[in-house]
C-alpha cells in the first residue's frame, strides 16, 4: 500500500513538473517562478546539542519564490528526530532492585526516550550561475533565520507507568526552545527538460536556546541552567525541487 502512494506520489509530481517545463524553455533566460521544495538533512549535533543527542534526521518543506534575478525568498518547517540519546541516569529513581521499571500493575515495562524537535526559518538564497548548464542553475546560497524546539519524547509503550505519564513526563523532556539561524550552500539544478529539479549541499544550523523546565525530576536537587546554550548542528542537505511557473499568456493573431 505504501509502495503505491508513494509510486502515485511520484508520478503526480513527475506530470507536474514535465507540465510546467512545457511551457517554458528554463535554458533561454532567468524564469521567475514558485519554488516548492520537499527536502531531507542529517544533522550532526555539536555545542551543547552534542551532550544530549547523536544524529539527528530532518524532514521539511520549503515553499519560496526564485526572482527574475536569480533571488530566493522564502519560509521553511522542518521536523527533526533520532533514535540516540546521551543523557544517562533519566529513570534510574525508577529502577528497583532488579534494575526493572514496573508500572501500575506490577509488570516490567519498557520505558524509550528519543530525541524530537522542529523549527522553522524564513530564507533568502541566491542561485549563482557557475558551473550551470542553464542561467536557473549553478551554485545556491542561503541564509534563515528562526525559531527552534527541541526536547526528549518518552513512551512507555502499552504500559501505564504513573511517574512519568502525563504531566510528569514535562519533568524529563528538557523542553529547550530560541531563536534559529542556519546557513546553506550547495548546487541548485532547473533542468531544461526533465522533471528532475533538485538542490544538495552541506548546511550549518545554530540555535540560541533556553531550557524551559523549572526542575528536572531526575535530579531534583539541581537547579536547571537558565544560561543561554549554543545547540549547533551541520551536515548535508537534499531537496526535490517543484518549479511551478506561471502560464505563458495566449497570442492572438487579427488580419
Known sequence: MKTAIYALIFSCFTMVSSHVHAQ??????????????VHYAGGIPNGDLADRYGYLSHVGVFA??????NWVFGIDGNFMFGSKVRLTGLFDHLVDSKGNITDQNGDVSTVRVMPRGFYTNVVVGKVLHILSPNPNSGVYVNFGVGYLLHKLRVETQDHVV???ELDYR??????????NTSQFIGYALMADDS??????????QQGFTHNRRTINFDSPEIPVSTALRLDLQYGFKVGWMIPVYQRKPKEFYFD
Open 170 to 179: 514535562k519533568g524529563y523532556d528538557r523542553l529547550t526552545t530560541g531563536i
Open 64 to 69: 519560496g519564490y526564485k526572482t527574475r534575478r
Open 195 to 204: 522533471p528532475i529539479n533538485f538542490y544538495a549541499g552541506f548546511f550549518a
Open 24 to 37: 517554458r524553455n528554463v535554458r533561454d533566460s532567468i524564469i521567475p517562478t514558485t519554488w516548492l521544495i
Open 162 to 164: 504513573p511517574q512519568i
